[in-house]
């Protein structure tokens, strides 16, 4: 039996990030995942200007850039009526926070998954964090109601001058939640994401969210069983995440879903430092957006709301196929070729505030649904998602208090730094839907420098998105 003061389920930006930092901080951790590394994930690959500040804040932001991929200086929108707008990054800048002064560059970089993701796992092992790799958890182990057994506590840093004598490992026979048991990390490519606030076939029992998690059991490779204790469970699992469910804490719906079809492609013209989104009439409020990935390689997606899909039942990667061969597009991929084959998946928005902790458990990136719900960008969110994952367990090992009340500070902390953002990022994609509102806007910034170096603004953080939110915003611009 191993005994660990985190489990962290799933090897993904956040998963990784958090053993790393908990690693740092001496805790004992493992990193789970199903997949042997590296592996490929379903995404952009893009990293934007805050991923890029989170990632210099754990001191990576050198080795990533010397990363295969390309960096991006230029982001590119166009409008369902063809109008384009350019945004050269080079002119902004935005707040370094650890420093307390000073700017981080506005460059991003798109940075194939496979890459990135196996980058960030070998950082957290070379932290400390124990790897195990092509594991697949299939349950959740509970504490049980007798005889619990202790471990001495690790002794954390920057949690606190005490660190704990003791703290509750669950017994070796604690019981097991039934239920789904799908694998950690796995993400759907068809489909619906399930009916709003579904919990999985045990998930929302009472008993289960009452009950403290104490570690997880499933198997490995060569199909032999494995069962590790914690005091803590991170589940970092993805949409499909087998910690939310089995928790009780699940909630999806097809209106804070979003669904993402990819396509790797060699040959594409016009690949520059820039990053495209199109929104194009046939997915508004989504997009196609077109990433160059490096030499030579592009990565290609289509991202599009669920409801939509399923109102107009749309084939995502049949579409994706359909609209880089309409003429708006078809001169970019004359001499295009196919790298792979395509493949999707779901993207949980931060639509809504879910819940993101119980009796133990604290849930993180795709699996707390921080999606942002204009961009589609996670990682950023899922990187930020780790850090206060990590300071709150901190806090808890040093209390010896895994309950349902203490953990609940992350959530708190999480919505306080997230929240507003998130909540003018959904508002921002309901405003998209309004095609000709959408059309001038990308119109009139075209034309107007000082319009585009406010939207450069907002991207950067130093100018607040709520202004496209308030009608005097496009009152000035039509009155300009």
């Known amino acids: 039996m191993q005994e660990y003061d985190l489990i962290i389920v799933g090897a993904g930006p956040a998963g990784s990030a958090a053993a790393m930092l908990a690693a740092r901080r001496g805790m004992r951790c493992a990193l789970l995942d199903k997949a042997s590394f590296p592996r490929d994930k379903v995404c952009g690959d893009a990293l934007s200007g805050k991923s890029m500040r989170l990632l210099d804040e754990l001191g990576f932001l050198d080795p990533v850039l010397q990363l295969p991929g390309t960096v991006i200086h230029r982001v590119v929108f166009s409008s369902p009526d063809e109008s384009v707008l350019e945004i050269d990054?080079?002119?902004?800048?935005?707040?370094?926070?650890?420093?307390?002064?000073?700017?981080?560059?506005?460059?991003?970089?798109?940075?194939?998954?496979?890459?990135?993701?196996?980058?960030?796992?070998?950082?957290?092992?070379?932290?400390?964090?124990?790897?195990?790799?092509?594991?697949?958890?299939?349950?959740?182990?509970?504490?049980?109601?007798?005889?619990?057994?202790?471990?001495?506590?690790?002794?954390?840093?920057?949690?606190g001058s005490a660190a704990p004598t003791s703290g509750a490992c669950g017994p070796s026979g604690a019981a097991v939640a039934a239920g789904a048991c799908g694998p950690s990390g796995a993400a759907p490519t068809s489909g619906a994401c399930?009916?709003?606030?579904?919990?999985?076939?045990?998930?929302?029992?009472?008993?289960?969210?009452?009950?403290?998690?104490?570690?997880?059991?499933?198997?490995?490779?060569?199909?032999?069983?494995?069962?590790?204790?914690?005091?803590?469970?991170?589940?970092?699992?993805?949409?499909?995440?087998?910690?939310?469910?089995?928790?009780g804490l699940h909630q999806r719906g097809h209106r804070h879903c979003r669904i993402a079809a990819r396509q790797y492609m060699r040959d594409v013209d016009g690949l520059t430092d820039q990053i495209e989104l199109h929104f194009t009439h046939e997915v508004v409020p989504g997009y196609l957006w077109i990433f160059p990935a490096g030499e030579g390689l592009a990565n290609i997606g289509l991202g599009l709301d669920c409801v939509d899909r399923k109102k107009r039942a749309m084939n995502p990667l049949q579409t994706l196929q359909e609209i880089i061969g309409a003429p708006r597009f078809r001169h970019r991929f004359r001499q295009a070729?196919?790298?792979?084959?395509?493949?999707?998946?779901?993207?949980?928005?931060?639509?809504?505030?879910?819940?993101?902790?119980?009796?133990?458990?604290?849930?993180?990136?795709?699996?707390?649904?921080?999606?942002?719900?204009?961009?589609?960008?996670?990682?950023?969110?899922?990187?930020?998602?780790?850090?206060?994952?990590?300071?709150?367990?901190?806090?808890?090992?040093?209390?010896?208090?895994?309950?349902?009340?203490?953990?609940?500070?992350?959530?708190?902390?999480?919505?306080?730094?997230?929240?507003?953002?998130?909540?003018?990022?959904?508002?921002?994609?309901?405003?998209?839907?309004?095609?000709?509102?959408?059309?001038?806007?990308?119109?009139?910034?075209?034309?107007?420098?000082?319009?585009?170096?406010?939207?450069?603004?907002?991207?950067?953080?130093?100018?607040?998105?709520?202004?496209?939110?308030?009608?005097?915003?496009?009152?000035?611009?039509?009155?300009?």
């Open 194 to 247: 399930g009916p709003s606030g579904a919990a999985g076939a045990t998930g929302g029992s009472g008993a289960m969210r009452s009950a403290r998690i104490a570690g997880v059991r499933g198997t490995r490779a060569d199909g032999s069983p494995f069962e590790f204790h914690s005091r803590l469970v991170l589940g970092c699992d993805g949409v499909t995440s087998l910690v939310a469910r089995q928790s």
């Open 337 to 480: 070729r196919a790298v792979g084959r395509a493949t999707g998946g779901h993207l949980p928005v931060g639509s809504i505030r879910r819940p993101c902790s119980g009796q133990g458990v604290l849930l993180l990136g795709d699996a707390a649904g921080l999606v942002d719900p204009f961009t589609g960008e996670g990682i950023g969110n899922a990187l930020i998602s780790a850090h206060l994952a990590v300071d709150t367990a901190a806090e808890a090992i040093v209390a010896d208090d895994a309950s349902a009340e203490f953990l609940r500070l992350y959530d708190q902390r999480l919505w306080d730094q997230l929240g507003s953002e998130l909540r003018t990022s959904a508002r921002l994609h309901r405003l998209s839907r309004c095609r000709p509102l959408f059309n001038w806007v990308v119109r009139r910034a075209a034309h107007s420098r000082e319009l585009r170096d406010l939207i450069g603004a907002m991207m950067a953080g130093t100018e607040s998105r709520t202004q496209l939110l308030h009608p005097w915003f496009y009152v000035r611009w039509l009155a300009g």
């Open 89 to 159: 990054l080079r002119r902004h800048a935005e707040l370094h926070p650890p420093s307390g002064g000073g700017t981080h560059r506005m460059e991003g970089k798109v940075v194939p998954r496979r890459t990135l993701d196996e980058f960030l796992l070998r950082q957290a092992q070379a932290a400390g964090a124990v790897i195990h790799e092509g594991c697949t958890v299939q349950e959740l182990v509970f504490a049980g109601t007798q005889a619990r057994r202790t471990c001495g506590g690790s002794k954390i840093s920057g949690a």
